[in-house]
């Protein structure tokens, strides 16, 4: 079975300060992919990043970077010039990349709060 | 402005009640799911449908009935609630999820449900 830890329950930081977020995951698969999901409180999940195991490239989205290092089954997300939007609870999720019924396996959160 | 609407956005029932959640999609998903998250928790995945048929049960009791009427819609019928299913019911959808999960998931804002 996969797991999930996030191990920064909460965190905290300025305005425009750059902050990561933890994830370690444990599988014994060689093919998946693994996500980085934000929930402000309005609740809807939103996607932020996605990483394919197979890519060695890091992904980026805007402010948003990964530091997946598969050996070390570590996928941090990197949130540069934080906004006060950028305040939410943020879940590491892991999907095994496979045919047929998939599974989300996420992590307990991270609640992230921005201060102005 | 969400692509998955859940309606109702709230709802408050007795434990000898029956009712029903809505999810509704236009994004030609073919696959839809339902996610039960407890305060400060993160999702956890009851049902899956794909094309219509329902792929994945998390053994789920049998008072969360579901229903997939046609591709865009997701129904889950409860009856005979207990106050512990009090939670906020999140619907997803995703495309071609049973080719790989290469699409990520789309959630709804969500249905914040209390049982009395």
């Known amino acids: 079975a996969q797991t999930v830890t996030q191990s920064q329950p909460e965190m905290s930081v300025q305005e425009a300060e750059t902050v990561t977020l933890s994830c370690t995951y444990d599988?014994?698969?060689?093919?998946?992919?693994l996500f980085w999901y934000k929930q402000p409180p309005s609740r809807q999940m939103i996607l932020v990043i996605r990483?394919?195991?197979?890519?060695?490239q890091n992904a980026t989205e805007n402010r948003f970077s990964v530091n997946f290092q598969k050996a070390a089954k570590s996928f941090s997300l990197k949130i540069s010039d934080s906004q006060l939007g950028d305040t939410a609870m943020y879940f590491c999720a892991f999907m095994k990349r496979r045919v047929g019924a998939q599974k989300l396996v996420f992590g307990q959160g991270t609640r992230l709060t921005i201060n102005p | 402005d969400t692509e998955v609407t859940q309606t109702p956005k709230h709802l408050v029932m007795g434990m000898t009640n029956k009712k029903s959640l809505k999810c509704e999609q236009h994004m030609g998903h073919r696959a839809m799911y339902w996610y039960k998250q407890k305060a400060k928790k993160p999702p956890e995945l009851m049902f899956v449908y794909s094309y219509e048929k329902l792929s994945i049960n998390e053994s789920v009791p049998s008072r969360f009935s579901p229903e997939c009427p046609n591709s865009s819609l997701l129904n889950l019928h409860l009856h005979a609630l207990q106050p512990e299913d009090s939670a906020l019911y999140l619907c997803?959808?995703?495309?071609?999820?049973?080719?790989?999960?290469?699409?990520?998931?789309?959630f709804g804002d969500g249905t914040r449900l209390s049982i009395l």
């Open positions: 599988t014994s698969e060689n093919n998946y992919y």
């Open positions: 997803a959808s995703s495309q071609h999820w049973d080719r790989g999960p290469e699409q990520p998931q789309h």
């Open positions: 990483q394919e195991a197979y890519k060695q």
